[in-house]
């Protein structure tokens, strides 16, 4: 195997010594999710059960195992109904959405019943903490995480292996890609810094232009999730050198106070729309995804203007599982996101 890089215990922030052994970085969380898999040895028809609310790309990993996804509903405030009892279910998935700790008691309590495995999926939620302090990611026996959804890189995913049983299956880091990478990506990069820096919304402008060119050359302004894309798990696992140098140069503490300062702007902005916040609280500890609410789609559209206003953008989440899709309650599609990332 190729020699690493960078070596992998320098990028995790926290407490690097603890971390070196229990941690390796992906291109995707499902690429992380996929190597759980392959740690627990799920077999083809071993069950995974995951929230109905969920984007349909976290499909591909468990179909790529050969496993079967059984899904449990969540209310209005994404705690989980009910979860259901089923032959062979290996691994329970608990999602932090938006960065929000997910309260665990009730997934421990089945997964010690029926001897399945936790896993948290913290793609959401780098750098958030529950009440207790206790880094989201870390609680179940397995956390993954999306570093790019936090910091603007090229790539970058993280799997957590929480107990030295799971630390001593987890496979080599895989060495990092030198692929070129797009020149969009560059350019997107470049508008978000000179927008940090001016604070006038380039990278919304950016983003706007690159919708506008793709609506001319494909129909739609956003790259649409496709059916497929719950079967198919993308190529190339390994992330980016460029993303891993970037994220260990992040300035963490200033992202951390970046994110809580949005969240308490954007609820006082949005205080008189017609919408309805998901949360109401900002915990002490929690560091936003997003500014996640409920609407109807003509408020929802108020809300983008002003969001993009302020360069940040909103979006509809998130394109659901065709199995849940047709089916699916009232909150499951009335909900929405100002993306804090830029
Ligand atoms: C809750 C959740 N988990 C996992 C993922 C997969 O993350 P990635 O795109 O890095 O594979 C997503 C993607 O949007 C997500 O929303």
């Not at 407490?15 to 995707?28: E, G, S, T, W």
């Not at 999926?121 to 999306?146: K, Q």
């Not at 949005?262 to 309805?276: A, C, D, Q, R, V």
């Not at 559209?301 to 047709?326: K, M, N, Y």
Request: net charge neutral; with cysteine.
């Amino acid at each position: 195997m190729a020699p690493l890089n960078l070596d992998t215990a320098s990028v995790f922030p926290f407490d690097l010594h603890r971390y070196a052994l229990k941690v390796r970085y992906y291109r995707l969380a499902r690429h992380a999710l996929h190597e759980v898999f392959t740690c627990m040895q799920i077999l083809p028809g071993d069950r995974v059960l995951l929230p109905a609310f969920i984007c349909r790309d976290l499909l591909a990993p468990i179909h790529a195992a050969g496993a079967v996804p059984v899904f449990y509903e969540v209310d209005r405030d994404l705690r989980p109904l009910e979860l259901p009892v089923s032959g062979r279910v290996r691994a329970v998935l608990a999602v932090n959405y938006f960065g929000f700790p997910q309260d665990l008691l009730v997934f421990r309590r089945y997964c010690a019943k029926y001897g399945a495995v936790l896993i948290e999926d913290n793609a959401h939620g780098l750098l958030s903490c529950d009440a207790a302090g206790r880094l989201l990611g870390e609680r179940g026996d397995f956390g993954i995480f999306s570093i790019r959804k936090t910091f603007l890189l090229p790539d970058g995913a993280m799997l957590m292996a929480n107990t030295q049983e799971w630390q001593s299956c987890l496979s080599e880091q895989l060495p990092f890609s030198r692929e070129s990478l797009p020149l969009s990506f560059w350019l997107n990069y470049g508008l978000s810094r000179i927008e940090r820096n001016t604070g006038i919304a380039f990278h919304a402008l950016g983003q706007e232009l690159i919708r506008k060119f793709r609506y001319l050359r494909t129909g739609y302004p956003i790259a649409t999730s496709q059916s497929a894309d719950e079967f198919e798990l993308p190529l190339l696992p390994a992330p980016h050198h460029v993303s891993m140098s970037m994220f260990a140069k992040q300035d963490f503490a200033g992202e951390i106070g970046r994110r809580r300062r949005l969240y308490g702007e954007f609820h006082k902005l949005f205080s008189s729309m017609h919408i309805k916040p998901l949360f109401n609280e900002l915990p002490e500890g929690t560091v936003p995804y997003c500014y996640p609410f409920y609407a109807e789609e003509r408020a929802a559209q108020q809300v983008t203007r002003v969001a993009r206003s302020r360069g940040f953008d909103c979006i509809h989440w998130p394109a659901l599982p065709a199995a849940v899709e047709s089916e699916a309650p009232l909150h499951y599609r009335t909900l929405w996101l100002v993306n804090f990332l830029c």
